[in-house]
């Protein structure tokens, strides 16, 4: 008797100091669990730990009433513990789902960075949904005020190098700068003045190559400064007049490039051989060059007519190898046509002696037909059908 009144008081001293989970546990002794004095403070108890645990998770406290709840489920469940449980579930499946979204938005921020689009980036960070992955949020923020301050300080290195007439060291400073932050290298006040520096020592190399009648080295020179371009000025870094159309948008690199337009349809035009004159214009075609007509149309009839499979293509180079003066190649290209047309006679002829089956008949014509032109895929694929 007085065991128990003596487990009794100290339930109900846990209870009267707000120890709420101790009175729980000690109402719930097997020696006096079953007195209404022990149940009155386990109803107590449990009363004021559903307060707290709906306190909890107003706050948005889910570890705090997911450890409450367990407790009060092991030792005071009821009604209104399990209604505690389905609210616990509902918040902690909003909670997933929120960590779900700001974890793709965290992912696509980082990915933004690494692409140097800090403005994009930060952009994605702002728009997360609250709550959830706050350390996250905090280094990625740190990350990108540190990619910010380290493109800064290129840029400034970039105009140092720039005006100390270092257009290299300018150049790769400007390229680290864009690699950490594009939208800051678009906006920089030393981009215009080395896209300048990096436009006249293009133009001067291939000035220099047209000069010494290396047309394949300029358009190489052409090339690698498109490809400049496209890393460092193009499209999606800013917008100065070259807006990705390559390096021959430049004021600056017109004269070179008149000169190398001249120099190109001289060479055309001295040009007897179909394979180098189709050599040049895919080299044209490999860079921004947009040469005026009529060579502009000459260098795009050259590529599309070089392989002599397209009567139409054939024709059209003909036709603008005249407009443009090359006498050679417009000549070449009237024997092509003059050629397929002929070896087009032969093939209508052969398939008529295949129709009436005098297929010797038709191998004697093809055969004759392609000692012309042993290469010809169509005079070929017939004769095979007639030997099958």
Do not use: W
């Amino acid at each position: 008797m007085f065991d128990r009144f003596i487990r009794l008081a100290r339930a109900r001293k846990a209870l009267q100091d707000k120890r709420f989970e101790d009175a729980l546990q000690l109402a719930d002794d097997p020696l006096i669990r079953s007195t209404a004095r022990a149940e009155q403070v386990r109803d107590e108890a449990r009363r004021r730990l559903l307060q707290r645990a709906g306190e909890r998770l107003a706050a948005g406290d889910l570890a705090a009433v997911r450890a409450l709840h367990k407790r009060l489920a092991a030792l005071a469940e009821n009604g209104e513990v399990e209604a505690l449980g389905r609210a616990l579930e509902a918040e902690q499946q909003k909670d997933r789902e929120v960590s779900d979204a700001a974890q793709k938005g965290v992912d696509e921020a980082r990915k933004l960075m690494a692409q140097g689009q800090v403005g994009a980036a930060g952009a994605a960070l702002a728009a997360l949904p609250a709550g959830g992955l706050a350390l996250e949020r905090e280094q990625l923020g740190r990350q990108l005020a540190e990619r910010s301050r380290r493109a800064g300080e290129q840029l400034a290195l970039a105009a140092t190098h720039l005006a100390d007439g270092a257009v290299g060291l300018a150049r790769e400073a400007f390229g680290r700068a864009a690699a950490l932050h594009r939208n800051a290298a678009a906006a920089a006040t030393v981009r215009p003045a080395l896209l300048r520096a990096v436009t006249e020592s293009g133009g001067a190399r291939i000035a220099a190559a047209v000069g010494r009648g290396d047309l394949d080295a300029a358009f190489a020179e052409l090339r690698a400064l498109d490809s400049e371009y496209d890393a460092e000025f193009g499209a999606g870094v800013g917008d100065d007049g070259v807006d990705g159309n390559g390096a021959a948008a430049e004021p600056a690199l017109r004269r070179p490039l008149a000169a190398l337009a001249t120099a190109t349809l001289a060479a055309l035009r001295d040009s007897s051989d179909l394979t180098s004159a189709a050599a040049l214009a895919e080299a044209a075609g490999q860079t921004s060059f947009a040469p005026q007509e009529p060579l502009a149309g000459l260098l795009a009839a050259i590529r599309r007519g070089a392989a002599p499979a397209d009567a139409g293509a054939i024709e059209a180079l003909r036709d603008a190898a005249a407009r443009a003066g090359c006498k050679p190649l417009a000549k070449l290209a009237a024997q092509q046509a003059k050629q397929k047309a002929g070896m087009d006679a032969e093939l209508e002829a052969a398939r008529a002696l295949m129709a009436q089956d005098d297929l010797d008949a038709a191998r004697a014509r093809l055969t004759q037909a392609l000692a012309a032109d042993p290469m010809h895929e169509a005079g070929r694929r017939e004769l095979e059908l007639v030997e099958q």
